[in-house]
């Protein structure tokens, strides 16, 4: 699963701290997800959604059906 919390982030011109601080989780969280070491909990991605200002569809990376064909 691909998703684009760092892209979403930037084009909303916020830091990762200020991301955490409307979450209320630590920045090493936002910074975790954004390298995908770690996601989100599902309960977490309408609140993710809305503090970057995207629908949740809007998080995830569309799926590459030829890409993955490709591999």
Known sequence: MIMRIKELREAAAMTQKQVADSMGVLTSAVS????????????????????????IDELFAPYDTEAAAAS
Do not use: D, I, T, Y
């Not at 954004?34 to 995207?54: D, K, M, N, T």
């Open 32 to 55: 975790n997800w954004e390298s995908e070491v770690a996601l989100p909990r599902a309960r977490q991605l309408p609140q993710l959604a809305r503090v970057l200002g995207c629908s």
